[in-house]
Structure formats: C-alpha cells, structure tokens
C-alpha cells in the first residue's frame, strides 16, 4: 500500500523558516517524481516545488523560487521542503505528491498544516 505521511508543519512568524517531511512508503521512492502542492482555505491547490528521481533536478513556481528548497533522501524514503522567509498569508495545508504514470499526481499525502502569522 502506497503511503505519504507528512509531518513539520507548525505555527511561524513572517519571515522565519520550517522543514516538512515527508516519509514515503509502499513503493520504490526513488523510481518516482516527487512534488509539494499547497492548498489554503477557499482557495484553490498550488503547486510549489518538483524534484527528479535522483535529487538532482527541482522546479518552483515563481512564487516561492529562491525561499522553498526541495531535496530527498532516496536511502531514507524521505522527501524534504525547507521553507525560508515565509510570508504571511494565513493556513495552508501542504501535501506531499507522488507523480505517476503520464505526469499524473496518483497519490497524496494526508497533507501537514503551516500557518505563517504574527
């Protein structure tokens, strides 16, 4: 059974920073591209980082490129967001995505909540 199991999230000020996690089980990790995608109340899914099978590609929206890092341990199954200078912009539950077959997001994490306010 595939898993995602997302952990990290927390209550931060503007401007300071948290790591999520992601522990993947259920299949082999590292044969997969992995995505975070974030979604707040009312509001609609966004995607907000990408990484290759191996680590050694990323892709960020405009958004958050240059203050989210995205990075994996395939030894440990583990998928990572380090989130620097994070902005108020109120909850938001962030999922960790497994893309599969033709680029399609077939599985989901049950999603860790991050809240940037002071």
């Known amino acids: 059974e595939v898993q995602l199991v997302e952990s990290g999230g927390d209550l931060v000020q503007p401007g300071g920073s948290l790591r999520l996690s992601c522990a993947a089980s259920g299949f082999t990790f590292l044969d997969y591209i992995m995505t975070w995608a974030r979604q707040a109340p009312g509001k609609g899914l966004e995607w907000v980082s990408a990484?290759?099978?191996?680590?050694?590609?990323?892709n960020y929206p405009k958004s958050v490129k240059g203050r989210f890092t995205v990075s994996r341990d395939n030894a440990k199954n583990t998928l990572y967001l380090q989130m620097n200078d994070l902005k108020s912009e109120g909850p938001a539950e962030y999922y960790c995505?497994?893309?599969?077959?033709?680029?399609?997001?077939?599985?989901w994490g049950q999603g860790t909540q991050v809240t940037v306010s002071s």
């Open positions: 995505v497994r893309v599969g077959l033709g680029a399609s997001f077939d599985y």
């Open positions: 990484i290759s099978r191996d680590g050694g590609s990323t």
